[in-house]
């Protein structure tokens, strides 16, 4: 479709007279009208708890939208862009929010699109879309069919299979008539063929060869004595018609065992047939509209462009007028609009482009290294980083590994093996692995600084420099000044624990200084958060650090008489490790923080000169997103809690405060409201040590004090960046979902709590596993126990654990260690050999590693296996990457070595990984899971 067509396409869209794919009473209504129509049938009528099923919670379709993402304003703040699509569509489309008129437009939709593809890019889409649709309902539908099964009622359970086979069978007699039609056309081609030669040699006009005479003589032959036997034979058949007819029956008789025995036979291979067709129809991410994947608004224009499947689009906000910028069928990544926006910037996979609106040139920025007298110093670009202005770039290269000419680069030095056991024979897949106590290869690496200019100029000296190898080293990303004047950097060398932030000038060749230098505990995940950022003004640099063991922004001085001097910006023991933005006169800065609430994340504007908090968002909201106009005068966020699922909201501020606050989507089935039929309440207890742990309960109908009913406790307990389970916008399938259900159907108290070991709660807790790993979180669990027996109307001795990942090794070491404290437990995917695990997680967050020795070994679950006296289910995916399932056969292996096989079951998921989701699906391992406890905990009394 030509851009002119698109256009007037889009801007009859924009103006309202097209409809995007909404329910036609509300297809160009307004969002607030839009929402009122959802909101007036999210009228649904909650289930009686006896009538609550796991089929209906964990349904083949979730009950949870899309939330909306790549939030971002236009440079003077009248506009919001964003990326979203209503509950139950594919892709994310663009949506653009007038602020003034506060009214919302769709750009994109697959209506729009379907004029910039090929038409068999959309036939690939729907077909595709309708086999999502069909496979969600008869997942559904076969949940449904076999619980009603094992109430004893009467259902077809092989329904599927035979309309699925039904449909084998004919697309194999439909290739069969077709390969049959192409034989026969073909036969016939040759016969015509054959006669024309015949044809050809009797007229003379070609000479036959002596091969052909031969042939032709001996068909002959052959031919007058077929017809003696034939006439021979006719005259017998005719002399006993009697016996043929004998010999009919018999005839028939034996075909009807043949066709018996080939029914028999084709069921199998139907079956085969079926397996192979569903492994090549597998859906896979690029079977689907993928909508919007990028968008960037110009530096003073409002207009944007937005990537679509790896082209680009240039939108004009008022009008709706789009105008396609590129269609080659190579992916490309939009960066930035040039700084006078007379055109842009893109990416392929490494190189950076300058395209112009007004020309049809395209320029590269980041040519490639050179380095033509010493090959051993070539780098290869990973990553550039422009300046505001795009006159300057920050190269980052590394040099590739050594490897003799015309030879391919080697595997990595470990690779473990995956099984695969779905076919005949069990095949396997290799996988790089990289554990503690391997030797490592980090590359040597250099940080370019050029100035975007033309080709003919000298390659400067890079401005720093790391020699890799056997060592633990990590760069954050390069960060401009607004005005392009200086750049900065971390730094992060593990094994010296040294911590390092470095400024450098806007000039080629020129070495940054350092700034700030720490050694020894800074905390976990350390540069990805540091993340050091100056003001717009460009007078202060400002970067997450922990010095007071919880991380929060810091201005990092950058006086050379003050060096590694750093101000605290915030006060109180909370994290604010996540900084928005700024307003453009940097008097504020926004931040998110778990100040109030430790379940919870709030965006707050902070003054910069008193260090002053003020909460934007509403009280127990989680934070997830959020995006600043350059005044500091509206915030977008994603934000939400468990009363109010995660929307986009709109805030107005007025004196740094907001004044108007507003919901721009709506993503979420209203018939969770029916399912939904209790809310946790939140809870802290006090752990030996003193210690506030949180946590949150379900407390069934008709709870009372002084019940004794049984218990379950979910954990995970491990640290990594902000994880933890007590999120006020978090529903857990398993904390969440799972224990609302317990609760409600079955009357039991159900408990997720957050022991010490989680992130987000500062160093004391992220560090606490650090040479001990399970034990404090143990200990708090033993604490929590105590106080569910004085506090929850729980029977102590009923009280079942469970958790997966880290919460699957935490919930091992204390069925071994604190043998007495839970009555059964069930373990996911738990590490239980921390040498086999990941060496960037298990090196920084358990204890000291050497490289040629497996010394995290010492952390082995298998020799605790002795202490085991109550039930444990290990539950694992058999082609789990992560955590490996061998470490759940081992363990197992240990168990049964120390006579445990009446205490340990193991349920797998044959094609899982480590989230399962393979045979094994959210309903499916939720019903072991309530098979389990109730066989080990019993029944409440209602």
Known sequence: MSSKLLSASIALAWAGTVSLALPQEVAMATPSALFMSASSSAAVTPLKPADLTLEQLYRAKPYAGQTARLLSFSYDGRYLAYVWNPYGENGSDLYVHDTQTGESRRVTSPAVMKSVDAPEVW?????????????????????????????????????????ALDIVKKELADKKAKDAAKKKETDAEAVKEKAAVAAAIKRGDIKASSDTDKKDSTKDSTADKTDTKGDAKGDTKLSSGADDKSDGKSDAKEASKDSSKDKAKELWELRDELKKKQEKDKLKPSDLYPGVEALVWAEKKNELIFQYRGDLFRLQAADGKLERLTETEKNKRILSYLADDSGYLFMDDKRIYSARFDSSAVRQLNHELIHPDDAEKKYSIVDTVLSENKQWMAISATAPEKTEPGKPVPPADRQVEIMNYNTRFATAKKVDREVSDDKRKVPASALYIRRVGDINVRQPEPVFINAGGDVWFEMSKVSWAKDASRYTFSTWEREKELLRIYVGKAEEGVKPVLVFERRGKVGHEVVNVLAPQFTPDGKNLIAVLDEQGFRQPYVISTDAALPGTARQLLKGDFEAHSITGFSEDSKSMFVLANRDDFAAMNLYRVDLASGAMTALGLQGDFHRVSAVTDDGT???????????????????????????????????????????????????????????????????????????????????????????????????????????????????????????????????????????????????????????????????????????????????????????????????????????????????????????????????????????KKPLLLVHGMQDPNVLYQDTVNVYRALLENGKEGLVDLFLDPDGEHALGGAVKPKALHKKYESFFLQHLGKARQ
């Not at 889409?125 to 094992?150: G, M």
């Not at 996911?828 to 920084?844: D, I, L």
């Open 123 to 163: 036939d690939r889409f729907d077909k595709k879309a309708v086999q999502k649709d069909k496979e969600d309902a008869e997942r559904q539908a076969k949940a449904e069919a076999h619980a009603a099964y094992l109430r004893g009622e009467k259902v077809d359970l092989m329904q599927w299979e035979t309309a």
């Open 634 to 868: 509206k915030v977008a966020s994603v934000a939400g809690q468990w009363s109010s699922r995660p929307e986009l909201k709109l805030m107005q501020l007025t004196d740094g405060k907001t004044s108007v606050r507003k919901t721009l989507t709506q993503s979420h089935d209203p018939l969770w409201n029916a399912v939904s039929l209790l809310q946790p309440e939140r809870f802290s207890y006090s752990n030996r040590h003193g210690d506030a742990i949180q946590a949150y309960v379900f407390k069934p109908p008709h709870w009372n004090a002084a019940d004794t009913r049984p218990a379950i406790v979910y954990t995970y307990g491990g640290p990594l960046n902000d994880r933890h389970i007590i999120e006020t916008d978090s529903f857990q399938q398993t904390a969440y979902v799972f224990g609302m259900y317990m609760a409600a159907k079955h009357g039991y108290v159900t408990v997720a709590v957050d022991p010490r070991g989680h992130s987000n709660y500062g160093r004391k807790f992220s560090d606490a596993n650090w040479e001990q790993p399970g034990k404090p979180q143990t200990e708090d669990l033993e604490d929590l126990v105590k106080y569910m027996d004085k506090k929850f109307g729980v029977d102590p001795k009923r009280i079942g654990l469970t958790g997966w990942s880290f919460g699957g090794f935490q919930t091992q070491y204390t069925m071994y260690t604190s043998p007495d404290t839970f009555a059964a437990g069930i373990a996911g995917a738990g590490p239980t050999e921390w040498e086999n695990y990941n060496s960037w997680y298990s090196g920084r967050t358990l204890g000291k590693t050497e490289r040629s020795k497996a010394s995290l070994r010492r952390f082995s679950l298998l020799p605790l296996t002795t202490g085991l």
